[in-house]
């Protein structure tokens, strides 16, 4: 399973998510060539870096394509003539990368819930991704259109089998199907699913689209991932976090047991100490607290002592005492002061 579950690396974090890859034997989603900067300034150099440095992943390359502004299908034929431009860019690139899905959103409007516009969109879409499709065919990369606001799943899905092209397939975004549609998972997973290759997988708060880890949000991922090992044919699954503990901490759901960095308690720590002592005052006993409560709360303990006894199996683990209100999950932590 675990060749199928990739990290979704930025500019920032490229080298930390090769590492963690290579520890776990995961893939890598690159997202460097995403950006108009990129795309318009010395990407000849960073690709010739992208391909010394990915030689080592052992799991799937991905990537990202362009998504900026991009229009697929716009009317305006110029505009239209600009993202194809782009996304060929983009499909070179990955096959250069030896990346053999390259992600692209479908960015319809969802603000007009207007049949007409709906129809239109879809028309042109499946006139705009018919050639971009046998592009990718002709250089070996499978394309995958992403859900974003798209309020229910049909609006991809009916481009997909208008198209009926195997080089142009689905990505469901889990995060964003919740946030801004109504639909269930459960019903975009079954629209999708004939066209599914690939899903981009994080958590939030239901509001904004956070890229948070799998226990820090509304989402249920033991849930979510059950439904996606039961389908009929494996999908490749990024986890697009936005650090790469979070990454580690998810990894977990998968049955993967990533070593916790020994540096994040330090940094949680000090994210504490920021907010707390902004002036540089000694710390009080409740900001002590404070600190506590934070690191606890943070799962970066129980992945340290989870670690301890993994690495001794003479150790049997005690079970953690649990207080009225505990879940398996989400044991309850109070903190007082004397």
Known sequence: ???????????????????????????????????????????????????????????????????????????????????????????????????????????????????????????????????????????????????????????????????????????????????????????WLRVVEPYLVHVHMNNNDGKLDYHRAFPDGVLDYHQILTLLHALPNPVSMTLEMDTVDDMRRSLSYFGVTAQTNPSALADVLDAALDSLNDAGSPITPSESLDIAARIIESGILDDVVDSAFNADESISKPDKPRSKGDTAEHPRVTVTAD
Not at 40 to 50: K, Q, S, T
Not at 65 to 78: A, I, L, R, V, W
């Open 1 to 187: 399973m675990a060749d199928r579950i990739l990290l979704s690396a930025g500019r920032k974090n490229i080298e930390a998510c090769i590492e963690l890859a290579v520890e776990q034997e995961l893939g890598i989603e690159v997202m460097n060539f995403a950006f108009p900067d990129v795309l318009d300034g010395a990407w000849e150099r960073d690709l010739v870096l992208y391909q010394q440095i990915l030689t080592p992943v052992p799991g799937l390359i991905t990537m990202h394509g362009p998504f900026f502004d991009m229009t697929p299908g716009s009317p305006d034929k110029q505009i239209e003539a600009v993202v194809e431009r782009r996304y060929k860019h983009a499909i070179e690139i990955a096959q250069a990368l030896n990346a053999k899905i390259v992600v692209f959103h479908a960015n319809f409007i969802a603000s007009l819930h207007n049949e007409e516009y709906r129809v239109g969109w879809q028309k042109r879409n499946a006139e705009f991704w018919s050639p971009i499709a046998e592009f990718a065919a002709a250089h070996d990369v499978t394309l995958a259109v992403e859900n974003m606001w798209e309020f229910d799943p049909f609006i991809i899905t009916d481009v997909l089998h208008a198209v009926d092209h195997p080089n142009l397939r689905a990505c469901l975004d889990v995060g964003h199907a919740h946030l801004f549609s109504k639909v269930p998972f459960t019903e």
